[in-house]
């Protein structure tokens, strides 16, 4: 039934009302504010500051320029060509995210099944992908428990490379190393003979270099020379760099090329990614160069956990510290209600701490100083470290309540 004018008009605008929705409100900028100062005091991980950007980075990202990424994106082709000549490879390819990038490697690698992709048993691609190895490429994996418990050797990567042609076995034709892993630096030299048994077999090889920015600047490695070893390259824009989305696939242009073809049927071709280009930019030129005093903070959360009697079960190498309270006599649940609980809270998600670039000094000296207050709780109650008994339980620690 059609409507005459004047109905028509009302009709629309009576849809117009309903349409409309106003995501500002009053204390829109003032919510944002608190979120930045939230952000300072939480430990979860690094993913939090591409949550709550700076103004600055705002800012810079507002004069992007603007295009279709799917077309021609001049920000976004900017980006991808410097960051192809950053990781010395030919070519780049914008992603939404870190665990697109490695799955959309891996697809472009892997050729006609059957194949296995070899890598640590707790890299990424093997915990944290939701399974996409196999969902997506429907590959075999093979997790390699390292002996050292920090990297795998050249040596178990040849114990468990199957090479062979015996039909029971799915072929590894990809080597899958991360750089950093739980926030430890992968040898260079280590990767380096990997990379040589690899080519000797005609096996290709991928980085999960998410937090490889990390690595170059504690040890001062060009970010070109990390990744001569590989293939491919997966680069996190929003970790550790603070960008609010996105990762950089690297490689040959044949590879990226197909690459992109994968991107745009995993649904991963996005259109208007100036803004986020830009502020990738950002990041790499104002954030990159705040590592060094991110890793300085977390060796200085590291030592004042250790001084209040906390093991340290993964040391600092770069942002991350790993730690068990119950040397102190308490738990982690209880640990992370304590912080909450401060009038200033602090968030924390576990056994493990993330520093950022927007982690505060304040925010570790506050951190500290409750678990320090929580172990002389504990041990006025009368909580005591029992090495016997932890022997005996086969744990390596256990505080008990002493008698009366």
């Given at each position: 039934m059609s409507l005459v004018n004047g109905d028509l008009e009302a009709a629309r605008r009576a849809i117009a009302d309903q349409v409309k929705f106003d995501i500002l409100t009053e204390s829109h900028e003032a919510d944002n504010e608190k979120a930045r100062q939230e952000v300072a005091r939480c430990f979860i991980s690094d993913t939090i500051t591409g949550r709550i950007p700076t103004k600055e980075m705002y800012l810079y990202a507002s004069r992007a320029t603007l295009g279709d990424d799917v077309y021609h994106e001049p920000s976004t082709l900017a980006l991808e060509a410097h960051m192809a000549k950053l990781t010395g490879k030919e070519a780049a390819l914008f992603l939404p995210s870190g665990t697109m990038s490695n799955q959309i490697a891996l697809r472009t690698h892997f050729k006609q099944p059957p194949y296995?992709?070899?890598?640590?048993?707790?890299?990424?691609?093997?915990?944290?992908?939701?399974?996409?190895?196999?969902?997506?490429?429907g590959a075999h994996t093979y997790p390699v428990i390292p002996a050292n418990g920090h990297h795998i050797t050249v040596e178990e990567v040849e114990a468990h490379a199957v090479l062979d042609h015996n039909i029971h076995y799915a072929p590894v034709e990809l080597i899958s190393l991360e750089n950093t892993l739980n926030g430890t630096i992968f040898p260079q030299d280590e990767i380096v003979r990997i990379s040589e048994f690899a080519r000797k077999h005609n096996l290709k090889m991928h980085l999960d270099g998410?937090?490889?920015?990390?690595?170059?600047?504690?040890?001062?490695?060009?970010?070109?020379?990390?990744?001569?070893?590989?293939?491919?390259?997966?680069?996190?824009?929003?970790?550790?760099?603070?960008?609010?989305?996105?990762?950089?696939?690297?490689?040959?242009?044949?590879?990226?090329?197909?690459?992109?073809?994968?991107?745009?049927?995993?649904?991963?071709?996005?259109?208007?990614?100036?803004?986020?280009?830009?502020?990738?930019?950002?990041?790499?030129?104002?954030?990159?160069?705040?590592?060094?005093?991110?890793?300085?903070?977390?060796?200085?959360?590291?030592?004042?956990?250790?001084?209040?009697?906390?093991?340290?079960?993964?040391?600092?190498?770069?942002?991350?510290?790993?730690?068990?309270?119950?040397?102190?006599?308490?738990?982690?649940?209880?640990?992370?209600?304590?912080?909450?609980?401060?009038?200033?809270?602090?968030?924390?998600?576990?056994?493990?701490?993330?520093?950022?670039?927007?982690?505060?000094?304040?925010?570790?000296?506050?951190?500290?100083?409750?678990?320090?207050?929580?172990?002389?709780?504990?041990?006025?109650?009368?909580?005591?470290?029992?090495?016997?008994?932890?022997s005996g339980q086969g744990r390596q620690n256990i505080y008990v309540k002493v008698k009366n």
């Open positions: 296995a992709v070899l890598c640590d048993h707790r890299a990424h691609i093997n915990t944290y992908e939701a399974g996409g190895t196999a969902f997506h490429s998410a937090r490889i920015w990390h690595v170059a600047a504690e040890t001062g490695t060009s970010i070109s020379e990390l990744c001569a070893p590989f293939d491919s390259v997966s680069l996190c824009l929003s970790k550790g760099l603070g960008a609010p989305i996105g990762s950089c696939l690297v490689g040959p242009k044949d590879f990226i090329h197909k690459a992109r073809w994968f991107r745009k049927l995993f649904g991963g071709g996005m259109r208007q990614t100036g803004i986020l280009a830009a502020s990738a930019a950002y990041a790499l030129t104002h954030n990159f160069p705040q590592l060094p005093r991110v890793h300085a903070l977390t060796r200085k959360l590291e030592a004042g956990l250790e001084e209040a009697g906390v093991r340290i079960t993964s040391g600092a190498e770069t942002c991350m510290v790993f730690f068990d309270p119950s040397t102190i006599g308490v738990s982690l649940p209880e640990l992370v209600e304590a912080a909450n609980q401060l009038p200033n809270p602090i968030k924390l998600g576990g056994s493990r701490l993330v520093v950022h670039v927007q982690t505060s000094d304040e925010a570790v000296e506050d951190l500290v100083a409750l678990v320090r207050r929580l172990a002389e709780e504990k041990k006025a109650a009368g909580f005591v470290y029992d090495a016997a008994k932890a």
